[in-house]
């Protein structure tokens, strides 16, 4: 098995069709020299650091998937595959999805926590939300990322509600909040810097983005500009969407 990190463009180019619906030319199709023009493929190189991250999350799983007899995961196929299907139905269970890569791959011979990191993989690769297993000690979960699993009751979309804040207007830290309408011209990392002695933090967790720590005056900041932007241009030319429906696009 190698799904340490996906070396061919065929395999990231897949992987951004099935994320941001990009429509590469027929050259890049045919692994040939691009067109150019409006063809998506040149923004490949701005999303070097979210493939880095791809490599780390990857090999993590495989690292966990050797005491697995047959990993749910043999190829990047088989992730993207997990992924098509919790874009389909956002609203699906997760053990209902959990059934459904069972049947189509198991055969009986992978544990439920493979399966489970799996689909734990599939979420982060999709969302950069850190998905961690259920029932691990808190102790022993990755320091400074979210810390709530994605229970078997519940859809995907009800777990990202519950992960992630959902009003604009407010700056969360440490439990407090504070209303920044009409103000936010004013939040900018410089100065924040030279004022405040704010020291900011890179994270690549999503529900870690704006968490600030008061104890050490540290603000961390979501810094894969690169696939945000993605799913900007996936949404600019759209109307207000649901949750639901901005993770089916």
Known sequence: MDISFPTRNEYRLRLCNVLWAWNVCQACIDEKACEGGECPRRRLCKLRSYFAEYRRFAAAYRLNARVATQPVLQSHHDLIHIIERLKIDPNAKRLQLASSILVDTSNGK?????????VNLAVRVMTMINCPQQGLDSDILELGTNQIPWL???????????????????????????????????????????????????????????????????????HYTAFLKEHLRLTKTKSALSLKESLEL
């Not at 979309?157 to 992960?163: A, H, L």
Request: glycine share 6%.
């Open 110 to 118: 992978n544990g439920s926590e493979d399966i489970e990191n799996a």
């Open 152 to 222: 078997s009751e519940f859809s995907l979309c009800e777990y990202i509600r519950s992960v992630l804040p959902t009003a604009r207007d407010h700056f969360q830290g440490d439990g407090c909040k504070t209303n920044l309408q009409g103000r936010k011209h004013l939040i900018k990392a410089r100065k924040l810097q030279k004022h405040l002695g704010l020291k900011i933090r890179p994270t690549n967790d999503l529900t870690n983005h704006l968490k600030y720590d008061r104890n050490h005056n540290v603000l961390e900041v979501f």
